[in-house]
Every structure is written in C-alpha cells, then in structure tokens.
C-alpha cells in the first residue's frame, strides 16, 4: 500500500535558525495536506498542496509539492519558539475517495 | 462556531472489554473521520463517514466499528478491547468547499488506557 516518509524524524534547532522537514510518498498523490501538532494537542490543518510544483507560504512558511506529486517540503525561516511542535504531511493518492496517509512527523525543538 | 468535541477525553478500561467513543463535528460537517494515534504506529486512519454512510475505511480489524447519525455526530466502537488498542483517538471534521482544500479539522481526541 501507499507509504509516506519524512524526514528528518527530530530537528532541534537554535531559535532563528531555518527548519526543513521533507516527505516522501510511494506513490504518487493527488494532494498534500500538512498539519502541525503541538505537545499535548491535536494535529491542526496548515495547508493542502494540489498542483504539481506549487509553491504556497504562509508568513514564516513556505510549502513545496514536488514536480512528480511524490514530495514536499515544509520551509520555516527564522523559528520561533512559538514553532515547537511535530510537522505531519499527509498523502492523498490520485483516486477520489481514498483516505489520507499521514507520515511519521518531524518533531521540532526549539531552543531560545 | 463550536470546534469538533470528542467524549469522553480519557478513558481506562480492562482487557476484554468493549468502549464507545463519540465525536461532535463542526456545524454544517457532513464527514467525520477517525484516526489512531499512537507513539509506534503514528497517525492511522481508521474510517470515514459521509452523511450516515462509510465512504471509506482503514485497515483495522473487525473490532474497530463506527457509526454516524443523521445529524452528523459520529460514534466509533471497539469491542474486545486488547492491549495495543491504548492509543489517542482522533475524529476530524471534514469540509471542503467547491474547488476549495479538503480540509480536516481535528477534535482533542480520547486517550483511551488499556489495562
């Protein structure tokens, strides 16, 4: 069945420094979801990705969908401690009515 | 509007048992969908609901079940309750405009202690 990876699984970072986490589909997707999930807290909806080779940013973030549909990435400049939290991509294959498969998350620490 | 509400928040229950959970949708959410979080497995989905019929679904054994209501509010059931079944359990309410993302919307889940 269709598999998500991302990468890397944790990042620790200084505070002002850049994040990058990258997932990777087996198949290809029809879109790409990217949810945040504070400790303790319930994954939270950022952004969907549908086209292939969009770029979308959201104030400090910057979402990438593959040229092939098969990854992405999430970009944040300069974090904040406010930015701690686990980055979960979830891949919806091409076929209308499939599930999303979520991958593992990349947990980020933030040191200020 | 009110967020997605799950009932109960946290629950222990023994071995052989059997436990029903409730989600609330967002007002006007047609779709929930339930997940299982755990620290091994992570984010796994479990089904999906559209309108009291299951649009799609996981895989999971038979002792996982849901249900949804004509008023949208949606109910997931395990039944024989093991171990590795002790997990956070998420609903998502699901909306999507026309041409707009399909976009869940997670309640605070139910972790769910078995012992």
């Known amino acids: 069945g269709q598999q998500v990876m991302q990468i890397p699984q944790y990042q620790h970072v200084q505070e002002g420094e850049d994040f990058t986490t990258y997932c990777n589909s087996s198949?290809?997707?029809?879109?790409i979801q990217w949810y945040k999930q504070r400790p303790g807290g319930h994954p939270v909806f950022l952004i969907q990705l549908v086209k292939s080779g969009e770029v979308k940013k959201q104030k400090r973030l910057t979402f990438q969908f593959g040229e092939a549909k098969k990854n992405s990435s999430l970009h944040i400049t300069a974090t904040q401690t406010t930015d701690v939290g686990t980055y979960f991509c979830a891949g919806r294959p091409g076929n209308y009515g499939q599930n999303f498969v979520f991958g593992p998350g990349t947990r980020l620490s933030v040191l200020p | 509007k009110a967020g997605v509400t799950q009932t109960p928040r946290y629950l222990i229950k023994t071995r052989g048992q059997q436990v029903t959970l409730s989600c609330s949708p967002i007002?006007?959410?047609?779709?929930v969908s339930w997940y299982q979080q755990t620290p091994g497995q992570g984010l796994q989905f479990l089904f999906e609901y559209f309108s009291e019929t299951q649009r799609n679904k996981g895989n999971f054994p038979g002792r996982f079940s849901g249900r949804q209501f004509s008023n949208s509010r949606s109910e997931m059931n395990v039944s024989t309750l093991e171990l590795g079944d002790s997990a956070l359990y998420l609903c998502a309410s699901n909306f999507q405009e026309t041409g707009g993302p399909y976009e869940q919307y997670f309640g605070p889940g139910t972790r769910l202690t078995v012992t």
């Open positions: 007002s006007g959410h047609r779709s």
């Open positions: 198949t290809t997707l029809s879109n």
